[in-house]
């Protein structure tokens, strides 16, 4: 027997569902994936990555938000929940809600095994075509680790790495360091957290 396709999904349908759902949900192309939560390890990684430039950039025309904030990839369709997105200055969003950002600056991804090959591919080649975006950061759940490609004036990307707990990474476009042993704070690489992240198509 053949399995039958999925229905297609509208951007409309699916924006009414995720309102209404209090688990997150990723859309892409008429589907709807579901958002698994973070274990431990990605949570502390991510609060503190959160709390970190929060306090530098507090005093600033920038508002920093943490996985609960839609990003919409207008080129391509690509509704997402980065787990930390950036803005500076005006803030673009799809509807009156203000719910779904469109001209992020800076997003960041803490990888995990479930989702580190999307970040990494299909996910950053999507982010690459928001114009409004300068630098996308990428942290390892596994190590001292932290990854940070910046936009030239020629649109190619940049590689820059930190390593090590004494290591940092410079945000240029907002002026703020991220020091890792801040960013894993209580991050105990002893013990091997479970991964719950896999998404599913809902």
């Known amino acids: 027997m053949t399995a039958q396709p999925k229905p297609y999904v509208t951007p409309e349908a699916y924006i009414a569902f995720d309102r209404e759902r209090t688990g997150k949900h990723e859309y892409y192309a008429g589907t709807i994936y579901a958002m698994a939560g973070g274990n431990v390890r990605h949570n502390r990684i991510a609060g503190s990555t959160y709390a970190t430039l929060y306090m530098q950039l507090r005093q600033r025309n920038c508002n920093i938000y943490p996985s609960d904030m839609r990003v919409k990839v207008v080129q391509t ?28 600056i800076i997003i960041i991804e803490v990888l995990s095994p479930s989702t580190e090959k999307y970040d990494r591919g299909k996910k950053f080649h999507q982010y690459r075509s928001i114009l409004s975006l300068r630098e996308y950061i990428l942290i390892a759940q596994d190590e001292y680790h932290i990854e940070q490609f910046t936009r030239q004036s020629d649109n190619t990307w940049v590689l820059s790495e930190a390593l090590g707990r004494d290591g940092s990474i410079e945000l240029r476009t907002i002026q703020c360091t991220l020091l890792l042993e801040e960013v894993y704070e209580k991050v105990d690489f002893s013990r091997e957290e479970s991964d719950q992240e896999a998404g599913s198509a809902a």
């Open 77 to 104: 369709g690509l509704y997402t929940y980065p787990d930390i997105t950036i803005i500076c200055g005006h803030e673009q969003y799809e509807d009156e809600k203000e719910d779904i950002l469109l001209n992020p």
